[in-house]
């Protein structure tokens, strides 16, 4: 606590800190001057009599350093100590960010721990962490799109709306093009002056009334990079394949299927980039990347206010003087 106040205390004229170097010499004179003009019967030897040393004449041997104190406690007035009030200000130039997630049944796969959906949930959990600047939005698509949340700086209920996204709760399928459409919808009148969609998807466009492509147009025409990642190891995956009487999902082997081909076209038409994501790890290191290439623009100014607090130090030493004073002529009276 002592260290965090002495942090913010500054010094206006800290070279008055070299008159402290007078003090020895003062600390000499008054020694010096209080030697001479004790009174005192002298003894050849003062071994006879009992040394005595009350309360008394302990005090006032520390007089003299009552008044060095109060010296010192002077010039630190004369260096002019302020408190520093200090106001941050933060301009901060955002990105709109808007994450277009597939929850196709595929996306339950079990190549990734526990399964893609839980993986990259997590994954695009911290991605957010990264980013307090932005304004970030979610999109879900499976066999048509939905807006989970609106662009928002509210980021823990942007987590909070990322962490229930289910598959099954709306048609089966992949529909790329209703799910970037539902992005580009939101993105499209936002005034920030960089605006990005994060597309993630394990599987081929198979439904929907948009195409891909018309959604890549249309984020061209308003400025959107798009950004794909497609998720799925390669070969053949342990999958949903169909489901029970009860409704559950049945798991199988079957191969991973990506339209690599159409993310990369779409990707680079906006001015995106398509990754590929074979495990957590390369997923990671995929959110890393859009991060460093998507900087957010931050300027941080500091606005400084002060309270000169001479004040304390100039009362404290003048109460130390009144003090020595008081004690010197009353109750600590030497009498001649």
């Given at each position: 606590?002592?260290?965090?106040?002495?942090?913010?205390?500054?010094?206006?004229?800290?070279?008055?800190?070299?008159?402290?170097?007078?003090?020895p010499l003062i600390?000499?004179?008054?020694?010096?001057?209080?030697?001479?003009?004790?009174?005192?019967?002298?003894?050849?030897?003062?071994?006879?009599?009992?040394?005595?040393?009350?309360?008394?004449?302990?005090?006032?041997?520390?007089?003299?350093?009552?008044?060095?104190?109060?010296?010192?406690?002077?010039?630190?007035?004369?260096?002019?100590?302020?408190?520093?009030?200090?106001?941050?200000?933060?301009?901060?130039?955002?990105?709109?960010?808007?994450?277009?997630?597939d929850l196709s049944?595929?996306?339950?796969?079990?190549?990734?721990?526990?399964?893609?959906?839980?993986?990259?949930?997590?994954?695009?959990?911290?991605?957010?962490?990264?980013?307090?600047?932005?304004?970030?939005?979610?999109?879900?698509?499976?066999?048509?799109?939905?807006?989970?949340?609106?662009?928002?700086?509210?980021?823990?209920?942007?987590?909070?709306?990322?962490?229930?996204?289910?598959?099954?709760?709306?048609?089966?399928?992949?529909?790329?093009?209703?799910?970037?459409?539902?992005?580009?919808?939101?993105?499209?009148?936002?005034?920030?002056?960089?605006?990005?969609?994060?597309?993630?998807?394990?599987?081929?466009?198979?439904?929907?009334?948009?195409?891909?492509?018309?959604?890549?147009?249309?984020?061209?025409?308003?400025?959107?990079?798009?950004?794909?990642?497609?998720?799925?190891?390669?070969?053949?995956?342990?999958?949903?394949?169909?489901?029970?009487?009860?409704?559950?999902y049945v798991f199988?082997?079957?191969?991973?299927?990506?339209?690599?081909?159409?993310?990369?076209?779409?990707?680079?038409?906006?001015?995106?980039?398509?990754?590929?994501?074979?495990?957590?790890?390369?997923?990671?290191?995929?959110?890393?990347?859009?991060?460093?290439?998507?900087?957010?623009?931050?300027?941080?100014?500091?606005?400084?206010?002060?309270?000169?607090?001479?004040?304390?130090?100039?009362?404290?030493?003048?109460?130390?003087?009144?003090?020595?004073?008081?004690?010197?002529?009353?109750?600590?009276?030497?009498?001649?």
């Amino acid at each position: 606590m002592i260290l965090m106040w002495l942090d913010r205390l500054e010094w206006e004229s800290p070279w008055f800190f070299l008159l402290l170097a007078l003090l020895p010499l003062i600390w000499y004179r008054i020694v010096k001057n209080a030697e001479r003009t004790t009174n005192a019967l002298e003894f050849p030897s003062l071994h006879f009599f009992e040394e005595r040393r009350n309360w008394k004449i302990r005090i006032y041997a520390w007089l003299p350093y009552f008044r060095l104190m109060a010296i010192a406690l002077f010039v630190m007035a004369l260096a002019r100590p302020r408190w520093i009030l200090r106001e941050e200000k933060i301009n901060a130039e955002g990105i709109a960010i808007f994450l277009t997630m597939d929850l196709s049944s595929s996306m339950l796969s079990k190549d990734f721990d526990p399964n893609r959906l839980e993986v990259s949930k997590a994954v695009a959990v911290d991605f957010i962490s990264k980013r307090p600047y932005d304004r970030i939005g979610l999109t879900a698509f499976s066999g048509e799109g939905y807006t989970q949340c609106p662009l928002t700086t509210d980021h823990e209920a942007l987590k909070v709306l990322l962490n229930d996204l289910r598959c099954g709760l709306i048609e089966d399928g992949t529909a790329i093009g209703m799910g970037l459409a539902c992005s580009i919808n939101r993105l499209k009148e936002d005034s920030a002056k960089s605006k990005i969609i994060i597309l993630l998807t394990d599987g081929v466009n198979n439904a929907g009334d948009i195409s891909p492509a018309l959604a890549a147009d249309l984020a061209k025409t308003y400025k959107i990079k798009i950004y794909s990642i497609g998720v799925g190891s390669n070969g053949e995956a342990y999958s949903p394949i169909g489901r029970s009487q009860h409704g559950e999902y049945v798991f199988g082997m079957a191969p991973v299927n990506i339209d690599e081909q159409l993310l990369t076209q779409i990707s680079n038409f906006t001015g995106g980039k398509y990754y590929r994501a074979t495990n957590a790890e390369k997923l990671k290191e995929i959110y890393k990347e859009i991060d460093q290439l998507e900087k957010t623009k931050i300027e941080v100014r500091y606005i400084k206010r002060y309270s000169e607090e001479f004040r304390a130090f100039l009362i404290f030493g003048m109460l130390l003087l009144a003090c020595e004073w008081i004690l010197r002529m009353t109750i600590l009276r030497i009498l001649p």
